[in-house]
């Protein structure tokens, strides 16, 4: 049996749907749905239960009914602007401990989602050597807790058995519930149907000019492709990037939107807001070395290809991966 913990979710589904593609329907999907539209992207999967996250962690701590092969840990509060720091660190932290502990335990396979938000302002790099952990300096508590088990788990001495997968910025189908933490292309696509133009954060350092701050974008089909690797790679372990290996502006991303919509460009530069003046990320780009050494040699899409797909075949029809 596989679990997929947050398998309702945006990253979560979309493994869901793959291994689909690749034949597997022993998956049991462990989640929250809430009152938001998530549920929606269950329809089409295949799976054999859905447990809360609440009832399937009593279960391992208790000692669970389950016979479990893989544990796929996708489930957290992705919140990078959540104040409640003891919900973090109970979600994000705890909860993954406990899984840990019992794969362990069990001789299950864990794979578990790490984050780029734990590089910081990237002053220490962007290398996922976990040896390092301890010297990176996450600038938001979302960031932080996740830092916090990749600490954990190095003190422990366990990446020789585990894998974590620090996601840079993903974007794709399945993401229309996560409200202000979609990726900034859903949000911008909208901007635009609506209003012929989108609006980006003016640059506040010198260094970059106004759209020209650097993401690493990762098309949500590769960040999928890259975690399954490790399904099948039972031997590859430790802490591994999952972005496309290079860092690409604002002003690129929405060009290719507003050339996949076959709009004529349009950006409005708006002042960054004061909350974020401190926690602002000027540039990421993923060291995808390790993952290539590790055997992950699969094509990744462009930015303008990744963009090109998601628009025509999702958001324009509305659609989701498993329609």
């Known amino acids: 049996?596989?679990?997929?913990?947050?398998?309702?979710?945006?990253?979560?589904?979309?493994?869901?749907?793959?291994?689909?593609?690749?034949?597997?329907?022993?998956?049991?999907?462990?989640?929250?749905?809430?009152?938001?539209?998530?549920?929606?992207?269950?329809?089409?999967l295949n799976f054999v239960d859905f447990i809360h996250k609440d009832e399937f962690i009593k279960h391992i701590k208790e000692g669970n009914k389950y016979f479990i092969d893989s544990i796929i840990h996708l489930g957290a509060n992705s919140s990078t602007t959540e104040k409640d720091a003891d919900n973090l660190l109970n979600n994000n932290y705890q909860y993954?401990?406990?899984?840990?502990?019992?794969?362990?335990?069990n001789k299950a396979r864990f794979i578990y989602a790490s984050s780029a938000a734990t590089y910081g302002d990237g002053s220490f790099g962007f290398n996922d050597d976990e040896t390092k952990c301890m010297q990176l300096r996450p600038l938001n508590m979302y960031g932080y807790s996740k830092s916090l088990f990749d600490c954990w788990a190095l003190n422990e001495n366990i990446f020789s058995s585990i894998v974590g997968l620090k996601y840079f910025n993903v974007y794709g189908p399945n993401e229309y519930h996560k409200g202000d933490m979609r990726s900034v292309v859903h949000k911008a696509f909208e901007q635009i149907r609506d209003t012929g133009k989108v609006k980006l954060f003016k640059s506040?350092?010198?260094?970059?000019?106004?759209?020209?701050?650097?993401?690493?974008?990762?098309?949500?089909?590769?960040?999928?492709?890259?975690?399954?690797?490790?399904?099948?790679?039972?031997?590859?372990?430790?802490?591994?990037?999952?972005?496309?290996?290079?860092?690409?502006?604002?002003?690129?991303?929405?060009?290719?939107?507003?050339?996949?919509?076959?709009?004529?460009?349009?950006i409005d530069y708006i002042e960054l807001p004061p909350h974020l003046l401190?926690?602002?990320?000027?540039?990421?780009?993923?060291?995808?070395?390790?993952?290539?050494?590790?055997?992950?040699t699969n094509n990744i899409y462009s930015l303008e290809d990744g963009v090109e797909d998601y628009v025509k075949y999702y958001l324009i029809p509305e659609k989701h991966l498993a329609e």
């Open 1 to 44: 049996m596989i679990v997929v913990t947050g398998g309702a979710g945006f990253i979560g589904s979309a493994v869901v749907w793959k291994l689909n593609q690749q034949g597997y329907n022993n998956i049991i999907i462990v989640d929250e749905l809430g009152t938001d539209e998530k549920w929606k992207n269950l329809v089409g």
């Open 96 to 105: 993954t401990k406990t899984l840990a502990k019992y794969s362990l335990k």
């Open 204 to 266: 506040m350092n010198a260094n970059y000019k106004d759209g020209e701050q650097l993401r690493d974008f990762i098309y949500v089909k590769d960040a999928v492709d890259m975690t399954l690797h490790f399904l099948s790679n039972r031997n590859k372990n430790g802490l591994f990037n999952v972005g496309s290996g290079k860092a690409r502006t604002w002003n690129d991303l929405v060009t290719a939107l507003f050339r996949s919509m076959n709009k004529p460009v349009n």
């Open 278 to 296: 401190n926690k602002y990320q000027y540039h990421t780009e993923a060291n995808i070395d390790k993952i290539r050494t590790a055997g992950h």
